[in-house]
């Protein structure tokens, strides 16, 4: 849906897919979701093409509450935006499955516009949100013809988005956009009372979250279609259930999805996992609801056990709220919400203890050159599972049973033989036929055990490292000022104080940002070790019935 | 190697690929190794195509003896007389990896000539001996590009091998080659005295071979390559151990099919297993000389088990004879056994008990349906088991590999993360890729310990059951005999005694056949019992091995 906006500052394209913009120009937004902070759109000499989102200011015709957000909004935070904008005909051409409804606190038409279709577990959750908001998502047959060579692209994964981010960096986009160069800068004001804080304590293995006060988990159970307007709107309702009141509340996907957008909007320097990917058609066929509910629940026990993640309002409200007025109000606070961007670093508390920045500017690209090395690891390891599990479900499958209809035969043509064949043989040669049958339905049948929970906990993965090449990002630019301030005092431009303060901010960048590295690495750990147990376990289980299977059809042969 | 022939009957060509000759036309074959009764060859007018065997004559050109054996001798009996004939330098041309020699006893060139590659183990053993003695045979490239072709032609199976006999059958070319019409007719002159003797007794399920007075085993061991003139010449030869003497004696190739083709020459009724398929390239190649020996000792004990083939006179020398000059004195012994074909009838002792033709016409229609019913199906597992162990080679072990090496990259990643990085996770998910990368070594080995096997026996069964509409159409020409000499001794043009005689010889062949039958069912309920035990065995045992690994894999990740 393509909207207005004007240039703020003057942008030179350097690539040929960018278009240049001077301040003030009039353009059109193709989509005004931003992709990885970028635009698509047309100039007023109607060249098209991509331009930095931070440079220009979306044109509001009815609201223009976000219009300021929009540009320290962190990439893809405009995802909920649209919503606020009725579907022009040309989008609903293309909705599937639902129809369009003006409720205000419905986006399933929104969701529905999101048209990546999930048929197989290979689709990289390091594109979620993001595919599905690309400049091209409201042509759908695009997005079809298009999937295979965007796995590709994920394939290729962070080494590209790393340039892409690397782009958004000479041009400060994202570092501006956080508002963290406006907060390293101590251009955002100190409020008066902040009601919330988070703590950064120093571990045996440097800074991190303060555990949360009351820890608590969720479960996501019980997903069940629903149905409004007499059965015109369709929706699938999940029982959420925090484990610290026990009251179970009922939510869609589009209220995660609202939650989702308020989290990047907020927290600035962490990695909010990806929600499970949108699909317009099959969101209501089993197995998909299946795969949406196990991804929302990883989504969840990172939530909860996140120090600062689960301590967030918004997501007391998710989880707590019953009351549809209340839900209302609360969403609404949320969304006013001022501690987000630049102004949740103002939240954050830090020890006094020295760090030399040059130690963590070193740290964090170790932790950068790991983090790309995992994300393409966890890459490899999503497409050889995902193609493991089509060989299970064909492949295999079609041998084994090939091999049982072959022993059927045999025992078969044994049967034209009285009087002198033995009916014991030939049972005990048929059922052996009817065993590889059944292992080759055990093979298609296994990926549900083992390798679905595997690719959707690398899904979730994928996702937490899609976000990090940003957050590190955030305190480079940090280290830029440091430095930068520093030569200006020593040019005698800046005096000390400011540099200072400066320093000491960029500290906080430093602390928050290790701090969620420590988090990653031992959320990590906990989550690898379980995914190759249970993979391990469910293994040997599979293989176990197989040798029994086996061992019961050998004993009927003894018996002749 | 072609050689001239002239027609001794007058055939009609009735498909596009035969061509007709009239009596007396010269003619000139391209191999005289006749498929299924069958020559190719060019009559005087230049056509080329087939021609039936049993209605031409070859002409040699060194010694005649064997031109009236060649009217009489069934299909492909004639394999071994080409080497008779010195090769032509053409024949030379492409023989592989060994020289021509003149040696008599030398069959090396022509056992080159056979340029069948086999390397895997799709090659249906149903056209074992046939498929290497094609009329194509002396052109290697074609058979290397036909050779998927003929693959297909197999998989056809026994429907197409039928209609082949079916035709030979309406011109009683093997009921007239065989000389079982003769013998029927009573032309076939009673010997003085008949030193051998076979008798056939009445058993609980009808006519059976008399047990052999001393059964034997034989076992067969230690292929070793030798060579001879200054290793100019290179062969394979075997030590052949028989369980009653204990001596072993050496044995080549050769000799298997020097004997192979005395027992097709002797043994009218009776069916003659196939020997392994020749081949001359890779003849050296470790696989094939493990499968060509582990086929000739299941060849070898069916020779062993059997009543009367393993009495044979012919085979005690191949089984004893150490001495060189005893055996070239043997071997022109059983060259000229006159008991052969026709005459090894009059050998055969069957009870006086009354077995009515007509019950004895439907058993044979019974065993004709099954056994054309398990040549299929032999041939569907045949082609089933071929094409799993190629998935064990290559698609099965290739996704188990993948799945190993995306485990140990990702174990990379987690090594590039130090403090945080716990060496035992590390090296648990790293320890887990080897672990798959294993199993994929393991599924690539398997064929050998269960395939393969299944595979041999598999393929002895296609030759025994190709060898039985040829057997069958003996005992339906006899029946057409006694048919025939009741309506002449109705019509008085024949006296009842011989007649009777006709009826009488005529219960021998049926008597032969019922026992050759009982035979096949005995062996077959025994065999398939053994293989399919010994196949499950292999892969519970597998399985097996595959569950302990993965059991002491995830051992690693318990001290976590």
Known sequence: MSVKAKAIYTFQSENKEEISIQENEELVIFDENSVDGWFQGENSRGERGLFPASYVEVIRTRSNSNVTDCSISPAGSLGNDSSYFPSTPNTTLHMQQSYYDDDDDDWDDWDDRSTVVDDDHSRSPGANGHSNQSPLSNNPNIHYRAKPHMERQDSISSSRKGSMVGRNLNRFSSFVRSGVEAFVLGDVPMMAKIAESYTIDMGPQGPRWKESPQPFSCSIEDPTKQTKFKGIKTYISYRVTPSHTGRPVYRRYKHFDWLYNRLLHKFTVISVPHLPEKQATGRFEEDFIEKRKRRLILWMNHMTSHPVLSQYEGFEHFLMCADDKQWKLGKRRAEKDEMVGAHFMLTLQIPNEHQDLQDVEERVDTFKAFAKKM???????????????????????????????????????????????????????????????NIGEMFAEQPKYDLFHMLDKLSLYQGLLANFPDIIHLQKGAFAKVKESQRMTDEGKMDQDEADGIRKRCRTVGFALQAEMSYFHQQREVDFKDTMQAYLKEQIAFYQRVVQQLERTLRMYDCL
């Open 375 to 437: 994300d393409d690891s966890v890459m490899q390891l999503t497409h050889v599972a995902s193609e493991l599990v089509r060989k299970h479900l064909g492949g295999f499958r079609k041998e084994f049973q090939r091999l049982g209809n072959a022993f059927q035969s045999i025992s078969q043509a044994f049967m034209l033989d009285p009087p002198h064949c033995s009916d014991t043989l030939n049972n005990a040669i048929s059922h052996t036929g009817r065993t590889y049958e």
